[in-house]
């Protein structure tokens, strides 16, 4: 079974410190990893990974993947209140022939909490 | 436009009744997908639809009976639902995903309350 494991489960941070949030992962036949930021309602599309070493960059957001050891990395430069949402990682499993079942496993969550 | 719209925000039932909600993308995403989220949960995947055609079914119980007239639209239907049902339901849609790898956007759900 696919599993994905996010620490911390929750962190509280002043405004202009930098976090790290981890998301780990068991799959069979992995395809991408995903990381999506949920406020009130909908998750809504950060990054997709799918190769080692390479970061993906967004403003004061960057993540990077490791195949080897099965983990992936968010951080989050300067934060800032608005930056306090829940951050959930999910990984894509391939189906058979390398094309995409679309399933996405997602993770706990972090929950991020930026104080003023 | 990464935008994925659904409808209603917010519906409350009754055991007894029928209701359906609505998805709807104008991206020309091929697949479409209906998930379950529980609050403080990860949202969890329910219903995959490729090219129209229904190709995963998370063993979800037949009260919930998804429907994608086109490729634009998701709907499902509620029957006969229970107080557990009570979640966000949220819709979100990706390009072919025969094509290669692609995010999978989501809407901004529909708040369902049992009762």
């Known amino acids: 079974e696919d599993k994905v494991v996010q620490s911390p489960l929750s962190l509280v941070v002043h405004e202009g410190d930098t976090v790290t949030l981890n998301c780990s992962y068991e799959v069979t036949n992995f395809r991408s990893l995903l990381w999506y930021k949920q406020e009130k309602k909908a998750p809504t599309f950060l990054f997709m990974l799918t190769s080692s070493g390479i970061e993906k960059k967004s403003g004061r957001l960057s993540s990077i993947l490791d195949k080897k050891e099965l983990f992936s990395i968010l951080n989050i430069t300067a934060t800032q209140t608005g930056d306090s949402a829940i951050y959930l990682c999910?990984?894509?499993?391939?189906?058979?022939?390398?094309?995409?079942?679309?399933?996405?496993?997602f993770g706990q969550g972090t929950i991020l909490t930026v104080h003023p | 436009d990464t935008e994925v719209t659904q409808t209603p925000k917010h519906l409350v039932m009754g055991m007894t009744n029928k209701k359906s909600l609505k998805c709807e993308q104008h991206m020309g995403h091929r697949a479409m997908y209906w998930y379950k989220q529980k609050a403080k949960k990860p949202p969890e995947l329910m219903f995959v639809y490729s090219y129209e055609k229904l190709s995963i079914n998370e063993s979800v119980p037949s009260r919930f009976s998804p429907e994608c007239p086109n490729s634009s639209l998701l709907n499902l239907h509620l029957h006969a639902l229970q107080p557990e049902d009570s979640a966000l339901y949220l819709c979100?849609?990706?390009?072919?995903?025969?094509?290669?790898?692609?995010?999978?956007?989501f809407g901004p759900g529909t708040r369902l309350t049992v009762t």
């Open positions: 999910a990984v894509e499993a391939s189906g058979a022939g390398g094309t995409s079942y679309g399933k996405l496993t």
């Open positions: 979100a849609s990706s390009q072919d995903r025969l094509a290669g790898v692609s995010e999978q956007y």
